[in-house]
């Protein structure tokens, strides 16, 4: 769970300002974005998408004391895990920004069909489709937000709608 002075809190806020002052278009993704947007739920890292100059953040994190442990091929600040999702992993970019409490992440909108998308993909990602429940119940989010998300995963927010809904 993250707190306003958490370790994992302070990485994210840490990435977010390189993003900023770098001016590289990339944002906190993952379990840290899901429980800025109200859904709490533990995680043990950053997930910071990069859609381009992915070297570029990694060597201005590098300068701000991140190591990187190739063994694990992420980056480490104390002992919380960084990682850089790219273009390429994410499949296609989210469009909205949202900054919450000093961290750049994405909009509710993007995030659930990220974490859709991901949880539809493979039986292994389950944790993102119980994501998208979890934001659905702490949003109490009806049938009418899937405008707001991909045409690709709305009829898979309707049903887990209608399942959060009838108690299922």
């Known amino acids: 769970m993250l707190h306003g002075d958490s370790k994992i809190l302070e990485v994210a806020r840490d990435a977010s300002r390189v993003l900023r002052e770098t001016r590289i278009d990339g944002a906190v993704i993952g379990g840290v974005a899901v429980v800025l947007h109200g859904y709490v739920r533990t995680t043990i890292d950053v997930d910071v998408f990069v859609p381009e100059r992915a070297a570029d953040f990694a060597a201005a994190i590098t300068r701000e004391g991140f190591r990187f442990d190739r063994s694990r091929r992420e980056f480490v600040k104390g002992d919380v895990p960084i990682h850089i999702v790219t273009l390429d ?75 959060v809904r009838s108690g299922g």
Do not use: W, Y
């Open 89 to 163: 992993q994410l499949g296609s970019p989210p469009l909205r920004r949202k900054t919450i409490d000093n961290v750049l992440t994405v909009s509710l909108g993007d995030l659930i069909t990220m974490k859709l998308r991901s949880g539809s993909r493979s039986v292994l990602r389950s944790i993102d489709l119980a994501d998208v429940i979890g934001l659905i119940r702490a949003h109490r989010l009806t049938s009418t937000f899937a405008g707001r998300i991909d045409k690709s995963v709305r009829a898979e927010f309707r049903t887990l709608v209608r399942a």
